[in-house]
């Protein structure tokens, strides 16, 4: 390790992988640290029974940008899979996102027609009105027969709260698709690198000095002119003493179990939107590569109140924790020698490719604007 370094990142995940690349690549010196002891953030993988396990929930990488996915693609090659989930209630099977093949189970129809006219019938309850909630503003986008299998147990088990309590804007988009489409996403490009995320991130890491199972503050306690300049993907509030209070998120338990059989339900995720089951969904992992192991790996997923202390997944933005971070966000632009970014650093749920975008959006203005 330097004695100074331009850059301290904190966090190895794919804001800090990015951002530390692209300035290792210009002659930069980069110190990246992660308190975790592994970098890929959330995406980080382990292997059970040769089988490559998502420990945080399944990381799906898509996009339709292609500068990004060029981008990535100097560090990854990708498979050909494509997420299809599939969602069970009670003792139905029906297929994700809502499509041609959701609709003829629910109603026994076969024609878009027939289709748009029970949803255009069903949303018309709440057409009328500003939605006051989230239930209102389900059945206003896509009616109350999808709304009640499909959306309403799951989504209160995500959030811990009816869906009568929760904010309208939670559900930003709830899109159909009149055709027989099971892929979940709309995009261009998408895939699970082959070789996994870790060895991904770790290419991209390559020229930078890497520390693991660090903690910021303390490091920098003893290290306090290590850096330049330092990029901050850790959690905002955290980062300012959690002078106003604490960030609120929810949080999730993953219970992996190991199953002596070569293929335990068929698909890589399958919800389960029925309020009676305690999880939210399966996730059979070796799925995601096309794995022919004898044995496989299912993880049940439990959403649960977070806790300080507790793995920050899904940012509350509510009025009460926005408000909270706007007051954090104005201390920012009194600490000109930190670049905050990535999910924690933002208080914003953003997909991967997302986050890559900002970084290296964010690393071409620093090279532009910082003096030599």
């Not at 993988?45 to 799906?60: A, K, N, T």
């Not at 093949?101 to 629910?106: G, M, R």
């Not at 059989?261 to 698909?267: F, K």
């Not at 104005?330 to 986050?355: H, N, W």
């Amino acid at each position: 390790m330097r004695t100074q370094y331009d850059y301290l990142i904190v966090g190895a995940g794919f804001f800090g992988c990015s951002f530390s690349q692209q300035m290792t690549a210009c002659g930069k010196s980069c110190l990246v640290l992660d308190r975790r002891s592994h970098v890929a953030g959330n995406a980080h993988c382990e292997e059970i029974e040769s089988i490559r396990v998502h420990q945080y929930g399944p990381h799906i990488f898509h996009t339709s940008d292609a500068e990004v996915w060029a981008y990535v693609n100097q560090y990854a090659t990708f498979n050909h899979f494509v997420n299809a989930p599939i969602a069970i209630y009670q003792d139905e099977v029906y297929n994700l996102p809502f499509n041609m093949n959701t609709f003829a189970k629910l109603w026994n129809i076969h024609t878009p027609r027939q289709a748009k006219a029970i949803i255009a019938e069903q949303t018309a309850e709440y057409s009328a009105e500003t939605p006051a909630n989230l239930e209102q503003q389900a059945i206003r986008m896509v009616g109350r027969d999808i709304y009640e299998k499909l959306i309403r147990g799951y989504t209160e088990k995500q959030w811990g709260r009816p869906c009568t309590k929760l904010p309208p804007s939670i559900i930003r988009r709830l899109p159909l698709r009149f055709t027989y489409n099971n892929n979940y996403f709309n995009d261009i490009y998408q895939g699970i690198p082959i070789g996994g995320y870790d060895e991904m991130a770790w290419k991209m890491l390559t020229g930078a000095d890497v520390l693991l199972g660090t903690d910021y503050a303390d490091f920098i306690r003893k290290h306090p002119h290590i850096a330049v300049k330092t990029i901050y993907s850790g959690a905002i509030d955290e980062f300012f003493g959690f002078r106003f209070g604490h960030l609120e998120y929810r949080t999730i338990k993953l219970k992996h179990e190991i199953m002596d059989c070569d293929n335990w339900q068929g698909n890589a995720v399958v919800n389960y939107t029925d309020q009676a089951v305690p999880f939210t969904r399966i996730i059979e992992h070796k799925h995601f590569e096309f794995g022919t192991q004898p044995k496989t790996v299912i993880s049940r997923e439990y959403p649960c109140e977070w806790k300080p202390g507790m793995e920050p997944y899904y940012p509350i933005r509510d009025e009460k924790n926005v408000g909270l971070y706007r007051q954090y966000a104005a201390l920012v632009k009194e600490t000109p020698s930190v670049i905050f970014g990535g999910r924690l650093g933002t208080f914003q749920y953003d997909d991967m490719d997302k986050i890559i975008r900002i970084a290296l959006d964010a690393a071409k203005t620093e090279l532009v604007t910082r003096e030599p």
